[in-house]
DNA sequence: GCCCAGGGAATCG
DNA sequence: CGATTCCATGGG
């Protein structure tokens, strides 16, 4: 284990991995956590300005915060938005997180008509059963892995209805009906397209995919707490000229709505 | 017992 | 096209 220390202006870690975008954590103590991503683990906590990451491999979390992004430059984009500047203020320290493409799939296929707590218990069961057993836990299991399974095989981690939904996704990306490297280099739409193949992969999905897996910052997910942020506080629609800060505007306020509602008291 | 959760597929008009 | 209904599971 290294022990590496980054500095990051407005930088929230208990907002940026409580706040919905990823599910394999365990919370410690107030900004601190155990992380896993793919097949890296990591001790973090934030100190201040000081981001201490414990990891065989702290570079693979460099990118993965996206550290090398300037975020107050994203945020300035909220300019002239009273709400957006409200939430910049309660939680702009919320970074969009670089994670593995595979593992952001699979993982936002188990997130359909599901609480957050539950899709953590499913995905938890899911490493523990099918992911090589790494250093502090297990690795998200591979798609090439995942896609020699069967709906019994699958009993276990008590996914429900979605159980078939993954098992597809693994096959359509291991025999690459869906290149995720492909996805990567395509216009937003066609990307979207490509993702919707997927048994399991509708609209809201493939947004959540685009945006966490492939760090695109033009999608925008909507779901049951972005209704309700859009219809009380955007009935007449979002500024179409966040571009570049879309994806960080919507994320931000999904957090703060659900904060507001209390569903973290 | 009911309702809800980072929805989507299948069906029907 | 849009509107319904069904899909498993567990917490509140």
């Known amino acids: 284990m290294k022990e590496k220390i980054y500095k990051i202006k407005n930088f929230s870690l208990n907002d940026t991995i409580e706040c919905g975008q990823v599910f394999r954590?365990?919370?410690?103590?107030?900004?601190?956590?155990?992380?896993?991503?793919k097949d890296n683990y990591a001790n973090l906590k934030q100190d201040g300005e000081n981001l201490i990451v414990k990891s065989k491999?702290?570079?693979?979390?460099?990118?993965?915060?996206?550290?090398?992004?300037?975020?107050?430059?994203?945020?300035?984009?909220?300019?002239?938005?009273?709400?957006l500047e409200k939430a910049r203020k309660y939680c702009g320290g919320i970074r969009?997180?670089?994670q593995d493409k595979w593992e952001a799939l699979a993982s936002f296929i188990l997130s359909s008509n599901n609480n957050i707590k539950r899709i953590k218990g499913i995905i938890e069961r899911f490493c523990s059963l099918y992911g090589e057993e790494i250093?502090?836990?297990?690795?998200?299991?591979?798609?090439?892995?995942?896609?020699?399974?069967?709906?019994?095989?699958l009993k276990p981690i008590r996914a429900g209805f979605r159980d078939k939904y993954?098992?597809?996704?693994?096959?359509?990306?291991?025999?690459?009906e869906v290149d995720l490297e492909e996805v990567d280099n395509m216009e937003f739409l066609d990307a979207k397209e490509s993702l919707k193949q997927i048994k399991g992969v509708g609209d809201k999905v493939a947004e959540c995919v685009l945006l966490f897996g492939f760090h695109r910052m033009e999608a925008f997910p909507i779901d049951v707490w972005m209704k309700k942020v859009l219809k009380e506080?955007?009935?007449?629609?979002?500024?179409?000229?966040?571009?570049?800060?879309?994806?960080?505007?919507?994320?931000?306020l999904y957090h703060m709505q659900r904060i507001e509602e209390g569903v973290y008291k």
């Open 166 to 176: 993954l098992l597809d996704s693994a096959k359509k990306v291991k025999n690459k």
């Open 233 to 252: 506080k955007y009935p007449n629609g979002l500024s179409e000229q966040l571009n570049s800060s879309r994806g960080l505007a919507q994320q931000i």
């Open 135 to 153: 250093e502090g836990g297990y690795a998200f299991p591979t798609y090439d892995m995942v896609s020699k399974l069967n709906e019994d095989d």
């Open 25 to 37: 954590f365990t919370k410690i103590k107030d900004n601190e956590f155990n992380l896993y991503s």
């Open 57 to 83: 491999n702290p570079d693979y979390f460099e990118d993965y915060f996206d550290l090398k992004t300037d975020y107050n430059k994203l945020l300035k984009g909220f300019d002239g938005d009273e709400y």
């Open 96 to 98: 969009i997180l670089r």
